[in-house]
Nanobody
Framework: QVQLVESGGGSVQSGGSLRLSCAAS????????MGWFRQAPGKEREGVAT???????SYADSVKGRFIISRDNAKNTVYLQMASLKSEDTAMYYC???????????????????????WGQGTQVTVSS
């Protein structure tokens, strides 16, 4: 079992920055693939970024060049640095972990919500124009 707790959300003006954090506990050694997802009201959950066990990252086109995902395994924490925020980035942001054998290799670390078994409770990001 893996427990995930997000923090760092808030309200910011368009063009601003925020850094989200996701603290993990439990079977942290098996957090092979970590991801950030977001969901806006009335929309489907979107895979924002993932980072594999070896640090390889993947981003949605909508955030490339603006968001950076990173992980500090010593602190059992994953981060999402968000810059140049836009109103369309407004959503609930969720941290997720995939500890399956598939995710051991970065090729198996994909931005599909159904691949992730563990989820945090979410942190709200609101960007005003």
């Amino acid at each position: 079992q893996v427990q995930l707790v997000e923090s760092g959300g808030g309200s910011v003006q368009s063009g601003g920055s925020l850094r989200l954090s996701c603290a993990a506990s439990g079977e942290t050694g098996r957090r092979y693939c970590m991801g950030w997802f977001r969901q806006a009201p009335g929309k489907e959950r979107e895979g924002v970024a993932t980072i594999g066990r070896d640090g390889i990252t993947s981003y949605a086109d909508s955030v490339k060049g603006r968001f950076i995902i990173s992980r500090d395994n010593a602190k059992n924490t994953v981060y999402l640095q968000m810059a140049s925020l836009k109103s369309e980035d407004t959503a609930m942001y969720y941290c997720a972990a995939d500890s399956s054998a598939r995710a051991y290799l970065s090729a198996g670390c994909v931005r599909s919500a159904d691949k992730f078994a563990y989820w945090g409770q979410g942190t709200q990001v609101t960007v005003s124009s």
